[in-house]
């Protein structure tokens, strides 16, 4: 059964910092490309990062750029998103997600990712 295990999320002042984590189990966490994705209240799911098989090569959505890193360890088996200067906009569940592309691309859409997290939420307050 494969399974990912959201953790990190939090109450955090404007400008502050969190670090979300990712567990995965029930699948070859290295064969996947992952993201993160957000969901606030009344909003659609929207794209947050994603990180290929290998790490070497990431992309972010522009409201994200330059605040937040994704990083992962495929011997964790274990996905990470630091966020610093956060933001009240940037409250949302955030969730973690493997693609269904497998190796290719960093895939950046709800409908190339299969397997997700519960959720954790992210509370910025201003």
């Known amino acids: 059964q494969v399974q990912w295990v959201e953790s990190g999320g939090g109450l955090v002042q404007a400008g502050g910092s969190l670090r979300l984590s990712c567990a995965a189990s029930?699948?070859?966490?290295?064969?996947?490309?992952m993201g993160w994705f957000r969901q606030a209240p009344g909003k659609e799911r929207e794209f947050v990062a994603c990180?290929?098989?290998?790490?070497?090569?990431?992309t972010y959505a522009d409201s994200v750029k330059g605040r937040f890193t994704i990083s992962r360890d495929n011997f964790k088996n274990t996905v990470y998103l630091q966020m610093n200067s956060l933001q009240p906009e940037d409250t949302a569940v955030y969730y973690c997600?493997?693609?269904?592309?497998?190796?290719?691309?960093?895939?950046?859409?709800?409908?190339?990712?299969?397997?997700w997290g519960q959720g954790t939420q992210v509370t910025v307050s201003s």
């Open positions: 997600a493997s693609s269904r592309l497998g190796r290719r691309g960093v895939p950046t859409i709800v409908a190339d990712y299969d397997y």
């Open positions: 029930g699948r070859t966490f290295s064969l996947y490309a």
């Open positions: 990180i290929n098989y290998s790490s070497d090569t990431t």
